[in-house]
């Protein structure tokens, strides 16, 4: 496993969308098709997603050279 796979810590979506230009919009619909990571519910109306599942997500597209 990679450091990456194994960094702790929890992302809001404010904070993955500055990392990851994408809108909002486009963000859900890539959870529900798969292209995005399953979040947590931390609550009621808190959703949250694993910081090493982001970074996982940062690093393969920078190996595919291209964005998200």
Not at 4 to 20: Q, V
Not at 33 to 51: C, E, H
């Amino acid at each position: 496993m990679s450091d990456a796979e194994t960094l702790p810590g929890l992302l809001r979506l404010p904070a993955i969308l500055k990392l990851i230009p994408v809108s909002r919009s486009t963000w859900w619909a890539g959870v529900r098709s798969g292209r995005f990571p399953q979040p947590v519910k931390l609550g009621p109306r808190i959703t949250a997603w694993r910081a090493g599942d982001i970074a996982v997500l940062i690093g393969e597209s920078r190996g595919r050279g291209g964005r998200s």
